[in-house]
C-alpha cells in the first residue's frame, strides 16, 4: 500500500480532493486527533461490482418489509457522528476534524452522498461516500441496529444501478464487504475501470428517494 503524508501547509480544497479521487487517491488521517491526513493509493483496491451484489435471502426479507425508514442525504453530520462512532473491531475512528471539514464542502456542492436508516424517527444506520461522474467512492458506515447498515448497501447499490454509475469503490475489502460480492483487484485494473467511468454520465437522484424495498429488489433482481 502505497501512503504519502500530507503536512497540510497549504489547505487541501474539496476541488483538490475530487482531482485526487480522479487519480485513484483517497486521503485519510492516523486518528480522530491527528491535524494532518495523508494520501494513500493501495496496491489492491476494493470493489463491488454493481451487476454481481449478492443478496442474502434474510436481509432481501428485511428490505422487503421495510423494517427502516430510508432517507437520501438528509442528516450528513448525524452519519458522519455515527462512522465516527466506536463499533466492535473498529474501537477507534480515523474520521478526524479536517476529513469533517472537506467531506461537509463536497456535501455542500452536491458530490457528497448519504444513505440513512432510520428507525421510530432516530438515525440507526447509514454510510456517505463522494460521487464523481460515474464512480461512487464510498468512505464509510455504521450500524446502530441489525442490518441497518447491510439494508443501506442495498439501497446504495439499487440507487447506483438507477442512476446509471458503473464502478462502487469500497478501498478495501473487509470481511463484511466480502458477503456482498466485494472483490479486491490490482491497481492497474483499478485504474482501467476508473478512467472508463470518469468518462460517464450519472445522477444519483434519478432513482425516488421514498423508494420501498420492494422497488429497490426490483431493481437488485
Known amino acids: ?9 497549504l489547505e487541501i480544497t474539496p476541488q483538490v480532493l475530487l482531482k ?3 487519480c485513484g487517491l ?3 488521517a492516523e486518528s480522530a486527533d491527528d491535524p494532518g491526513l495523508f494520501w494513500l493509493e493501495p496496491e489492491k483496491r476494493g ?3 454493481l451487476d454481481a451484489f449478492y443478496l442474502p435471502k434474510r436481509l432481501r426479507r428485511t428490505i422487503r418489509q421495510d423494517v427502516f425508514e430510508i432517507r ?13 462512532h466506536p463499533m466492535p473491531g473498529r474501537e477507534k475512528t480515523w474520521i478526524n476534524r479536517e476529513i469533517r471539514r472537506l467531506y461537509s464542502e463536497l456535501f455542500e456542492m452536491g458530490h457528497c452522498h448519504t444513505v440513512e436508516a432510520w428507525q421510530d424517527g432516530e438515525l440507526v444506520g447509514g454510510l456517505y461516500g463522494v460521487s464523481l461522474n460515474g464512480v461512487f467512492f464510498g468512505e464509510s458506515m455504521f450500524t446502530f441496529r441489525t442490518d441497518a447498515s ?20 469500497t478501498q478495501f475489502v473487509t470481511d463484511h464487504l466480502s458477503k456482498f460480492g466485494t472483490l479486491e483487484i490490482p491497481q492497474e485494473d483499478y485504474n482501467m475501470r476508473l478512467s472508463d467511468a470518469l468518462q460517464q454520465e450519472s445522477d444519483f437522484y434519478r432513482f425516488a428517494s421514498n423508494a420501498s424495498g420492494q422497488d429497490i429488489l426490483d431493481i437488485l433482481d
Open 1 to 9: 500500500m502505497a501512503g504519502y503524508k500530507d503536512d497540510i501547509v
Open 20 to 22: 485526487a479521487y480522479a
Open 26 to 28: 483517497f486521503p485519510m
Open 47 to 49: 470493489i463491488l461490482p
Open 72 to 84: 437520501i442525504s438528509t442528516d450528513f453530520q448525524g452519519v458522519v457522528d455515527g462512522c465516527s
Open 150 to 169: 447491510k439494508v443501506c448497501l442495498a439501497h446504495l447499490v439499487a440507487r447506483l444501478i438507477a442512476g446509471g454509475y458503473s464502478l462502487l469503490d
